[in-house]
C-alpha cells in the first residue's frame, strides 16, 4: 500500500462493529487483518509505553528469525490480544492511522474483533467468565447471610491464596466490597418531585441515574453522594425500575451476545424515560462510554440505542453543562486543597474534555492537577494472576506523581482505577471519588 501521508489532520472516527457479519468471526481472515495491523504498529511504536499488548507484539518480532511481524507464530497472537483490555487510548491519543486515514487502523475494535472470535472458539477461561459476571457475582454475594462471608473471605490472606489457586485471582489484587443495602434498593422507593425542574444547555434537568454493578454492590455511597450532590443543584434524581450490566465486562471478554441480551433489557427501558423527558447518568465511566459509544457502534441504526446515546451523560459534563446555562450551585464551604485528578481512560475516550477538573476548580482554595495516564486496572485485567504484575507496572507513574505532589486528595472517576492506585500508594491513604469530594465541598 502506498504512503501518501504520514497521518492524517481530519478528526478520527469509527466503524460500525460489523459483529453480525459471516466474514467476522472467520479466524483465517482475522488473523490477515491482526499480521497487517500489526506490521503498522511494529513499524511505528508510538504506543510502546500505554500498556502491555505493545511491549508483548514488539518482543515477539524482535524475538522472531526474521526481526519482522511475518516471522511470528501466528499461535502467538492471542498473547498480545490478551494484554488489550480496550482502554482505546491508542486510537484516541496516539495512533497517526486511524480512519480516516487509508490504512483504517482500529486496534482497540481489532482486539475486540480477535477477542469475540477466541471467544466463540471457547478460549476464555471459568474464572474469566464468572469475573465478567459483575451482576450475577452481586447478587449472589450481595445475599444478607452471604454478604459477610464474601467481605471476610476476601480480607483474608489465607482465602485469598485459595482463591489464586481455585481461579487464579492474584492474591494481592484489590478486590471491591460488597453490600447487601444497594444502592438500588436504598433509593427504589424514594419519591422525586419533578414539578421545578428547569432545562437549560440541552439538559432537561430531571435525571435517571444508572447505578452500575459497581455503584449498586460495591460502593452505592457514589451513587448516595452523586443523588445528594444533584439534588442540591436542582435535579430531580431516580433509579430505573430495571437495571442489568450496561454490558463492558462481556464486551471486553468478547462475549457479544451477552452483550446483546443485556442490551435487550436495559435499553427499551432507558428509551422510554428518555421519551419522558429524563436525561441518563451513570457514575462509572465505563457504563457511560458503553451507552455513549459501543452500543451504538454495535447497533448503529436502532433508533433507541441513539436515543439513548443522545441523553446519557457523564456526572460532571452534566453539571457543567448545567453551570454554562448558570444553573450550577457555586455555594460551596469549604476548600479541597491539593487534589490530584486521575483522567480516567473510558472518561476520556468520551471526548468531553476535563470537565470534572473544570467542577472542582470552581470551589475556592482549590487547585487540581491532572494525570493523564492509564491506571492498568481495567475492571478484571488487575484481578488476573497472569497480568496484575504488569497492571501494577502501568500503574507506577501515577504512584509516583501522586507521591511527589502530596495532595491532600487525590481521586478518579473510575473508583475501581482509584483503588488500583491507592494500593501501589500503600501508605494508608484513600482515594476519593470526586462526587464525594464535590458533596464535601458543599458540606452536605
Request: aromatic residues 8%; glycine residues 6%; proline residues 6%.
Amino acid at each position: 500500500m502506498p504512503i501518501t501521508h504520514e497521518g492524517s489532520l481530519k478528526a478520527p472516527t469509527r466503524h460500525a462493529v460489523q459483529w453480525r457479519e459471516g466474514d467476522f468471526y472467520n479466524h483465517d481472515l482475522l488473523n490477515e487483518e491482526l499480521e497487517r495491523v500489526f506490521d503498522i504498529c511494529h513499524g511505528c511504536r508510538r504506543c510502546v509505553n500505554l500498556c502491555q499488548a505493545f511491549p508483548t507484539l514488539f518482543d515477539l518480532v524482535d524475538e522472531s528469525s526474521t526481526l519482522e511481524v511475518d516471522g511470528v507464530d501466528k499461535k502467538d497472537y492471542p498473547k498480545v490480544v490478551d494484554h488489550c483490555y480496550l482502554c482505546d487510548l491508542c486510537f484516541l491519543t496516539k495512533c497517526p492511522y486511524v480512519p480516516p486515514h487509508e490504512w483504517n487502523l482500529d486496534f482497540p475494535h481489532l482486539m475486540l474483533r480477535a477477542k469475540a472470535v477466541y471467544f466463540r472458539e471457547g478460549r476464555p477461561k471459568t474464572r474469566d467468565k464468572i469475573l465478567a459476571s459483575t451482576d450475577k457475582v452481586g447478587q449472589l454475594a450481595a445475599i444478607p447471610i452471604v454478604v459477610n462471608a464474601v467481605n471476610a473471605a476476601n480480607r483474608s490472606g489465607t482465602m485469598r491464596k485459595l482463591l489464586d489457586k481455585a481461579l487464579g485471582v492474584h492474591p494481592e489484587a484489590t478486590v471491591p466490597q460488597y453490600h447487601r443495602h444497594t444502592l438500588r434498593k436504598r433509593f427504589k422507593e424514594q419519591g422525586v418531585d419533578t414539578s421545578q425542574v428547569e432545562p437549560v444547555g440541552g439538559t432537561q434537568g430531571k435525571v435517571v441515574l444508572f447505578a452500575t454493578c459497581y455503584g449498586n454492590y460495591n460502593e452505592p455511597r457514589i451513587g448516595e453522594d452523586l443523588i445528594t450532590v444533584f439534588g442540591h443543584n436542582g435535579i430531580p434524581v431516580r433509579v430505573a425500575d430495571q437495571e442489568r450490566c450496561c454490558g463492558m465486562p462481556k464486551l471486553e471478554l468478547g462475549d457479544l451476545e451477552a452483550v446483546n441480551k443485556l442490551k435487550e433489557v436495559n435499553i427499551p427501558v432507558l428509551a422510554k424515560l428518555v421519551d419522558e423527558g429524563w436525561d441518563i447518568v451513570a457514575p462509572v465511566p465505563s457504563c457511560v462510554l458503553m451507552f455513549k459509544q459501543e452500543l451504538p457502534l454495535m447497533y448503529p441504526e436502532d433508533m433507541d440505542v441513539l436515543k439513548v446515546r443522545d441523553a446519557t451523560y457523564d456526572p460532571f459534563e452534566y453539571l457543567m453543562l448545567r453551570h454554562k446555562g448558570g444553573k450550577l450551585n457555586t455555594h460551596f464551604v469549604g476548600p479541597l486543597g491539593k487534589v490530584v485528578y486521575h483522567a480516567a481512560c473510558h472518561q476520556r475516550v468520551q471526548r468531553i474534555g476535563m470537565k470534572t477538573r473544570d467542577i472542582l476548580k470552581l470551589v475556592p482554595g482549590t487547585t487540581v492537577e491532572v494525570i493523564e495516564r492509564c491506571s492498568g486496572h481495567d475492571g478484571t485485567y488487575a484481578l488476573k494472576r497472569e497480568f496484575h504484575s504488569a497492571a501494577v507496572k502501568i500503574c507506577r507513574p501515577i504512584v509516583r506523581l501522586i507521591k511527589k505532589s502530596s495532595p491532600d486528595h487525590y481521586t478518579s472517576d473510575c473508583a475501581m482505577a482509584g483503588h488500583h492506585i491507592e494500593r501501589g500508594l500503600d501508605d494508608g491513604s484513600q482515594s476519593q471519588h470526586p462526587i464525594s469530594l464535590l458533596r464535601q465541598a458543599y458540606g452536605i
